[in-house]
T-cell receptor, first 111, second 114 residues
Framework: SQQGEEDPQALSIQEGENATMNCSYK?????LQWYRQNSGRGLVHLILIRSNEREKHSGRLRVTLDTSKKSSSLLITASRAADTASYFC???????????FGTGTLLAVQP | DAGVIQSPRHEVTEMGQEVTLRCKPISGHDYLFWYRQTMMRGLELLIY????????DSGMPEDRFSAKMPNASFSTLKIQPSEPRDSAVYFC????????????FGNGTRLTVT
């Protein structure tokens, strides 16, 4: 069964606006990662946040993690048409290297 | 760095036929993962290897599926016999070293079983 559930399933915004996607998961983790998938392509790693971190930034990306609520959010600021893609959270935990992916959010940025 | 290379990109086959998907991980990566993506079930982890040894195959749907990694630069996922419900995009990914290392994905093989 899938670990993460993303919300919303789909999001449409105008270029220049901010986009926020949320991820909830079920069990304890040691890290949470966000990936982007363009249509017809493989997933690309964006950012990783460890379970002892609360917030992380990378360029226009901001990720938060609340382990007490078992949730994370990905904020993309000043969105561009090129940000149009599906975004997935993935959780890793325990003694393995397994990453379990969420259901994804389809983001459409209108020019 | 050529990235993870998968072949073929598209495969169309008839029910009952054997299908073999291929993957070349990034050189130096010691973990290799096979995922399957469908609209209904999303991304599912099928199996992963560490140093060519299968570590967890609990996601392999049934005995019709098998995966091998004969050396550090090559892995196969085989379906025999194939069924229409196997239609999906199959991704290979590799990573280096420690737990929580990011995965590097190939562009996938889109399998259609008619």
């Amino acid at each position: 069964s899938q670990q993460g559930e993303e919300d919303p399933q789909a999001l449409s915004i105008q270029e220049g606006e901010n986009a926020t996607m949320n991820c909830s998961y079920k069990t304890s983790i040691n890290n949470l990662q966000w990936y982007r998938q363009n249509s017809g392509r493989g997933l690309v790693h964006l950012i990783l946040i460890r379970s002892n971190e609360r917030e992380k930034h990378s360029g226009r990306l901001r990720v938060t993690l609340d382990t007490s609520k078992k949730s994370s959010s990905l904020l993309i600021t000043a969105s561009r048409a090129a940000d149009t893609a599906s975004y997935f959270c993935a959780t890793g935990g325990g003694a393995t290297n397994k990453l379990i992916f969420g259901t994804g959010t389809l983001l459409a940025v209108q020019p | 760095d050529a990235g993870v290379i998968q072949s073929p990109r598209h495969e169309v086959t008839e029910m009952g036929q054997e299908v073999t998907l291929r993957c070349k991980p990034i050189s130096g990566h010691d973990y290799l993962f096979w995922y399957r993506q469908t609209m209904m079930r999303g991304l599912e982890l099928l199996i992963y290897f560490n140093n060519n040894v299968p570590i967890d195959d609990s996601g392999m749907p049934e005995d019709r599926f098998s995966a091998k990694m004969p050396n550090a630069s090559f892995s196969t996922l085989k379906i025999q016999p194939s069924e229409p419900r196997d239609s999906a995009v199959y991704f290979c990914a590799s990573s280096a070293g420690a737990r929580s290392s990011p995965l590097h994905f190939g562009n996938g093989t889109r399998l259609t079983v008619t």
